[in-house]
């Protein structure tokens, strides 16, 4: 039996347990953000867990409170391709009630990422919030 290129790269993935590396190089800034933002890679532990306070914006496991049909579009351009992924964009503020995180775009990637067992990943952090991202230790 001949495997076709498309078969072959959702085997492994699928069949093994959750993946524990994804290439650093693929992930890149969206266009338009190089002057603002610098690309740096968080645990994705200790953001999902600041991210999980917003209530309205945050992706659970398996897509839960987010758009499935995004999330598994998401999870199919991440592990069946090897195309460029645009790193999810990530803000970190201090309001009046205490330390807050959200992505402002590629949440679901975010998630997919998150539960396929990802240690570490590339993300998009404004410049000005990268002090706070240290204090917080989610730099990796």
Known sequence: MQLSLNSYNKQPYFAASPARYLNPARFMLAPGYEKDFSLVNVDVKKLDKLLSADRH?????????????????????????????YAS??????????????????????????????????????????????????LT
């Not at 914006?57 to 992924?85: C, L, Q, W």
């Not at 992505?103 to 919030?129: C, E, L, T, Y």
């Open 57 to 85: 914006y945050y992706v659970g496991k398996n897509a839960v409170g987010g758009v499935k049909t995004k999330y598994d579009r998401a999870k199919e351009y991440i592990f069946e391709t090897s195309e460029p992924i």
């Open 89 to 138: 964009l990530v803000a970190v503020s201090k309001t009046s009630r205490g330390i807050e995180a959200g992505i402002m775009d590629g949440r679901h990637r975010f998630a997919a990422i998150r539960d396929a067992g990802i240690d570490k990943v590339p993300v998009s952090i404004k410049k000005d919030q990268l002090p706070l991202a240290k204090t917080l230790n989610l």
